[in-house]
């Protein structure tokens, strides 16, 4: 994540809208519901490209733009299973629900085990409280509180710290505020947020956006070079960079001062 907190411009077809809207009414008469969902997965999978340009190719949880596979649509409140929760019988009627889409990567959505870690959302949803958990399309979503960080919620992201080696940890302190700890710490876990690779790709973007601002701190405003220099810069820590969340939060005054010193040059 960066999760920076993604701006959600999802722009689907009137179509793509029209057909998520009927099956989230059809798949709640449905007689078996989960045979509706597989029988329609296709309507999710089908807006994955339009996740992909809200956050301009990037995973919405690590941040790692797309290579060469495509990226999926994850629900965010699984949709068969709840690992945590094992007679839960996944939030199924959240299956066509556009609010419950996040694009995610294989590895972020996936189970895989790494050189030192593991990691992977698979069926995972877990709750500061267990006992709000809503079982059926009755109960209200609302009053669960979930421990997962959600790039939509802009207040989720800024619970994980990143430092100059690509490394995240929680950004609360244990004894300060212990659900923000919890919350990050799990969060990081989950999605494999720590994993050696990832760790390598931020902090290398992270240690090459901080070199840059150094040479545009120390070249004449006159050399040609550096107006082409602050417009690289300025795009890799826009919210569609890759890794831009991590970078602003680890260069955070730097960039800011950055941003403000070069914004004529810039225009
Ligand atoms: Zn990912």
Known sequence: MKMRSINVV???TAEQLEQLTSATAQILSAADPRRYMRQHARLWSNVSSALEAASGGKCWYC???RNRSNYGVDHFRPKSRVTECPQ??????????LSNFRLACTYCNERRVAETTAGGKAGHFPLLIEARRCMNPAGCIAQEQP??????????PPLLKFLMSGDVMPRMPQNIDAIAYRRARDSI?????????LVRGRGDKIRLVSSLLQVVENLAEDVSIRRTIIRQIREM??????YSGAICDALSADIERFLAATADEAA
């Open 189 to 197: 876990e989950i999605f494999h947020l720590h994993e050696a690779r």
């Open 147 to 156: 421990i997962l960080l959600d790039p939509l919620d802009p207040s989720d």
């Open 88 to 97: 839960h019988p996944g939030y199924w009627w959240l299956a066509f629900d």
């Open 63 to 65: 941040e790692t733009a």
């Open 237 to 242: 820590v826009d919210s569609t960079g890759e």
């Open 10 to 12: 999802i722009a689907l």
